[in-house]
């Protein structure tokens, strides 16, 4: 990637100077931002090319999915060895955990309320009969009931390699815990192998510096499928619920991001300035898995150590799912009300209840807040699940409010962690406020 730096370099204000001196041309989130561009007007003018152009963004976001599970590994690994005490691993993951329920749960009723106050599926009277619930379940077709029980057993795989070979973010982040908190307690006698990890996990960040070259060519396959398969003119009947959601989005981000950015001491302008070529990746490829290892090297680069950055960041992105909770009360508060189905003040209260358990892990995947919300649907089924299918055309369109939330909401809860835990250089975070 242009604008990445070794890893050992001082300061963040060292990509500004270097970008300073190249073509803008060559900067990386111009290029994205161009490509972008071009898809849209690729998809509007040549709607049947556009669409073949579906595999340039599905190639880039299995090139990214490809090295995460060792980014993950690696980091977190090395980052738990080199720590000597091992409380902290235990302290910093309750904190984020906290940090991550309170916050996605005001989301949900941030949604909720918004829902309740706009009421965007009033007035669309219709019948849920005559909707298609077939084409719900064949675009949903993974959403199940899980119960708490289920969900905790998935996190443990059935073997490591089965871990890696799924790419499940969860489970490798236990096998990495556990490989650190065992390479931690035998000592010396593991630093060829933490030399090893460390080797390789240069290696890998070299890798997805070269991957994000092809970034702009990714941004503009999603981009021009998503315009050229769906129109511009899908958005026309269901604006106001997409206007509604990214409205809400918007404000989440600035408001309640941004008090919690304010209150601990730095900028959430200065800080979205400073991921900007990983919000155009999401905003461009519609999944917030594309940014997951370069936000990783920033929040390093920011003086996070590198042990709280592979435990908050991989997590975050399971269980600080904000965009995919404002998404799936907002949805589902929608349907009911376009099927003049009338909710009691309990029934809304359950709707958040289940959300707050099938929101978790809506990240990266795209589609994956639609099909918790089935599965939320299917929990409560006081709203028909057939009603989905209302929503079904836009729901690509507000995939990319819902990553971008989900991908900065996880980075900033990396700063507020680091700053609880006294970890962030003073000189350095002056980039943010």
């Known amino acids: 990637m242009d604008n990445v730096i070794d890893a050992d370099a001082a300061g963040p204000a060292v990509p500004d100077a270097i970008q300073k001196k190249k073509p803008f041309y060559r900067v990386l989130y111009v290029q994205v931002l161009l490509a972008i561009a071009i898809g849209v007007a690729l998809g509007y003018f040549k709607p049947s090319l556009a669409v073949d152009m579906k595999p340039l963004g599905d190639g880039f976001i299995k090139l990214i999915r490809m090295l995460i599970a060792p980014v993950v590994f690696c980091t977190v690994v090395s980052g738990i060895a080199g720590m000597k005490d091992m409380r902290k691993v235990g302290r910093v993951g309750g904190k984020a955990l906290l940090y991550f329920e309170v916050v996605s749960t005001a989301a949900l009723l941030i949604g909720l309320a918004v829902a309740n106050l706009v009421r965007p599926g009033a007035g669309f009277n219709v019948d849920p009969a005559s909707l298609n619930a077939k084409a719900v379940f064949e675009y949903a077709g993974k959403a199940k009931e899980m119960t708490v029980t289920d969900f905790l057993l998935n996190i443990v795989p059935n073997t490591i390699v089965d871990a890696f070979a799924r790419g499940d973010i969860l489970q490798i982040l236990l096998i990495s815990v556990l490989f650190g908190l065992a390479v931690s307690a035998l000592g010396n006698r593991c630093k060829p192998f933490i030399d090893l990890i460390d080797a390789v996990l240069r290696a890998v960040f070299g890798a997805v510096n070269i991957v994000m070259k092809f970034a702009p060519i990714g941004a503009f396959g999603a981009m021009a499928f998503t315009i050229g398969k769906f129109g511009l003119a899908s958005l026309v009947p269901l604006a106001k619920l997409v206007a509604t959601f990214y409205l809400t989005s918007f404000l989440f981000v600035f408001v309640v991001l941004g008090l919690i950015a304010k209150a601990c001491g730095f900028s959430i302008f200065k800080f979205l300035s400073y991921i900007k070529e990983e919000i155009l990746l999401v905003l461009g490829t519609s999944s917030s898995d594309t940014a997951l290892p370069t936000l990783m090297e920033k929040m390093e680069r920011l003086g996070c150590s590198k042990s709280l950055v592979g435990l908050v960041v991989p997590t975050g992105y399971t269980f600080n799912t904000d965009g995919s909770a404002i998404y799936m009360t ?47 649907l299917m929990v409560v089924p006081t709203i028909p699940v057939a009603g989905m299918a209302l929503i079904l055309g836009v729901d690509r369109f507000m995939s990319e409010a819902r990553a971008l939330v989900n991908m900065i909401g996880t980075g900033v809860a990396t700063v507020v962690v680091a700053n609880w835990e006294k970890e962030l250089d003073p000189e350095k975070i002056k980039v943010l406020s």
């Open 330 to 376: 907002m949805a589902a508060l929608f349907v009911a009300q376009a099927t003049n189905t009338d909710l009691t003040f309990m029934q809304q209260a359950a709707i958040v209840g289940v959300a707050m358990f099938t929101s978790k892990g809506a990240s990266g995947v795209q589609g994956a807040s639609f099909i918790a919300l089935v599965g939320t």
